[in-house]
């Protein structure tokens, strides 16, 4: 696979080659363009697209578009860092043709992911892909890791005959309800059928808690191509719900009250083949290693919320007893702790073991999301951090001495209170680098003055379509 990794001088013959018998065969198959897919700081997907024949020369040199896109808000304003938000300069999208999908639920398309380079052939340093491919491969050298991800995909699905702006959910069915997968079980095969033409591997699809409120789960892949699945799910979703006459919203909050839409991290680190959350002699199961990359993701999530909860109304869905996990807790399939330790069905163990990762949801850009959970429990690694006591139950439950001697303190309740910690967390921000850090902060304080006198209501319908 081509990592896009080092400067490109200019053209790529062996992936024009590729990219021209690969159009051939799309253009075969009835497919007349292609979908270019990134994901902005405030984690609305963007696209450009290019006619099926251009595919060749999208592969060689790239497709224009400008850099003001990684200070867009989710309203579509722009604003402005040292070296972002002005109208001047030019980037390339780089498609990836490993990952190329053709679309399923939009008859005539093709997807992929794309790489963004400088006109120089430099990666971009504000590329969030590029990024999270820097902290796996820096996981490789350095510690000899390798790593497993999904990210669970939950929303509400609604009439596209509602007033505009207005949710009213699809179905009536009650929280996890077999009457919703009934009245809605041409739409949930139709959705399952392009999800498995596009060789997304679906491990459950189920009815959720809100209201119209659904839920997918897909299989584990390395975490690049595992945060390309979640945007490629999503697209489906939306290309699906929208030919059944139903709208998609992945928001955090459709409601400022009541339960929102997750996007909970599965996370896994492997050394030589080996799953280290299972098979060591810690608790329960999980090898010394294991344990301080959990410890490192717990102690850096006060700071991480600004990454994997960015809008202001995630934290309409951060609330305590919720199943959210709003704490700094940790436990083995306790719901309610921020890091759920996931052990496995005995006999699955091995492949199955994994932290859940729950205070994350679907406003965050999947690559930033996953390449900071893993340079937080790198840096727990790195350092031997000592996991705490477990939590059992609801820690919202505990008083304050027993809180404060196991560690377990509420994570913010705004984006505010995630800024001033992200801005505090020396390694989350090294890790970024500046032109990624300035781009979260000056992105997050962005939201946070266009939703300035707004109440909770207004908030979240501000909200409730740009994801």
């Given amino acids: 696979m081509t990592t896009l990794a080092d400067p490109l001088p200019g053209g790529r013959p062996g992936e024009v080659e590729r990219a021209t018998a690969l159009a051939a065969e799309l253009t075969g198959r009835g497919v007349h363009g292609i979908v270019l897919a990134y994901v902005d700081t405030a984690g609305v997907g963007r696209v450009k697209t290019v006619p099926t024949a251009r595919l060749a020369a999208a592969s060689a ?6 850099p003001v896109f990684d200070t867009f808000l989710a309203n579509d304003s722009i604003v402005t860092t040292d070296v972002l938000g002005s109208p001047d300069g030019d980037l390339r999208l780089y498609p990836d043709l490993d990952h190329l999908a053709v679309l399923a639920g939009q008859p ?29 491969m ?15 995909i939950e929303w509400a699905l609604g009439l596209d005959s509602a007033p505009a702006g207005v949710f009213v959910p699809a179905t009536s069915g009650p929280a996890y309800g077999a009457t919703r997968q009934v009245e809605l079980s041409d739409y949930g095969a139709d959705l399952l ?19 119209g409120q659904f839920e997918l789960s897909v299989g584990a892949l390395d975490p690049v191509a595992a ?15 929208g030919r059944h006459g139903l709208r998609a919203s992945f928001a955090p909050a ?17 050394r030589d083949g080996t799953n280290l959350h299972t098979g060591g002699e810690r608790r329960h199961g999980m090898t010394v290693d294991a344990e301080s990359f959990a410890a490192g993701v717990l102690a850096h999530l006060p700071a991480l919320t600004a990454i994997t909860a960015p809008s202001p109304a995630s934290y309409f869905r951060l609330q305590p007893s919720q199943w959210a996990g709003v704490f700094t807790a940790w436990g083995r399939e306790t719901r309610e702790a921020a890091v759920r330790v996931v052990t496995g069905t ?18 965050a850009n999947p690559y930033l999301a996953l390449g900071c959970l ?58 970024l680098g500046p032109v990624l850090t300035d781009a979260v902060i000056a992105v997050r304080e962005g939201e946070i003055a266009a939703v300035d006198g707004l109440d909770d209501e207004q908030v979240a319908a501000a909200y409730r379509w740009r994801y």
């Fill in 193 to 211: 059928s392009a999800l498995a033409a596009q060789g997304v591997d679906v491990d459950q699809f189920h009815p959720e808690y809100a209201a």
């Fill in 346 to 363: 005995a006999g699955q163990r091995a492949q199955a073991a994994n932290l859940e990762v729950k205070p994350v949801d679907l406003a």
């Fill in 254 to 270: 459709v409601f400022a009250q009541g339960v929102g839409n997750g996007g909970h991290v599965h996370l896994s680190a492997w």
């Fill in 138 to 152: 820096d996981a490789e050298e350095r510690h000899g890791l390798s790593f497993r991800a999904g990210i669970e």
């Fill in 61 to 66: 040199w790239g497709v224009g578009m400008s």
């Fill in 374 to 431: 893993i340079a937080a429990g790198l840096d727990g690694l790195t350092t031997s951090a000592a996991l705490p006591e477990e939590t059992t139950g609801d820690p919202a439950h505990l008083g304050a001495p027993e809180a404060k001697a196991r560690g377990v303190r509420r994570l913010p309740t705004s984006l505010a209170e995630s800024v001033a910690e992200f801005r505090g967390d020396e390694r989350l921000r090294a890790a």
């Fill in 108 to 136: 005539g398309w093709a997807w992929a992911p794309v790489d963004r380079i400088t006109q120089e052939g430099e990666r971009h340093p504000g590329c969030s892909r590029t990024f999270l491919r820097h902290v796996v």
């Fill in 227 to 241: 945060a390309d699945r979640s945007v490629l799910v999503r697209q489906t979703v939306r290309a699906v719900s």
